[in-house]
């Protein structure tokens, strides 16, 4: 390793460095997706990004066990779903347990900051998915107003501290 004045630095024992490690809130998502290939996409990108994916289903019938048995963190939510089941019931049973809930869908509908934390329009890129998780993550966990990421709608509402 080189110092910034050039000199050539030995490593200390025992110490490792670790990078893009943060304390985190939001770790085990559900992702709850109808289209196979949006599943797939959106799964190997938070797997990536060091989410833990509890599952990945394509109907409300599939995740309300999930939810029932499971630590959820945060879902990820289509609200055009396989099942008869809605998006906006899923939201719902998520949002009374206390989960926090970002929509992925191809329009946010007027009501969504009933439902959901936030809203990411489709079609999305991976990062702008991560961001839109850590900007969950800022008004769920720590009642900040989220950076700005394109496509994503908020629903950030002060707490009194």
């Excluded at 110092?3 to 490792?16: C, F, I, T």
């Excluded at 946010?108 to 936030?118: E, N, R, T």
Aim: charged share 20%; net charge neutral; with cysteine.
């Amino acid at each position: 390793m080189h110092s910034a004045n050039g000199r050539v630095m030995a490593p200390l024992k025992g110490v490792s460095m670790l990078f893009a490690s943060r304390p985190s809130c939001i770790k085990r998502l559900l992702i709850i997706e109808d289209d196979p290939l949006v599943a797939f996409d959106n799964e190997r990108t938070l797997k990536h990004s060091g989410y833990d994916i509890i599952a990945t289903v394509d109907s409300g019938e599939a995740a309300v066990p999930i939810i029932a048995a499971e630590q959820v963190d945060a879902l990820v939510l289509d609200l055009g779903l396989a099942g008869h089941m809605t998006g906006r019931e899923v939201a719902r049973l998520a949002r009374d347990r206390g989960i926090a809930v970002l929509l992925v869908t191809g329009q946010c509908p007027d009501d969504a900051g009933d439902i959901a934390v936030a809203c990411l329009s489709k079609p999305h890129s991976a990062s702008a998915l991560v961001a839109a998780l850590r900007a969950v993550e800022s008004i769920s966990c720590q009642n900040k107003m989220p950076r700005k990421v394109i496509g994503l709608t908020t629903y950030w509402r002060p707490e009194a501290a």
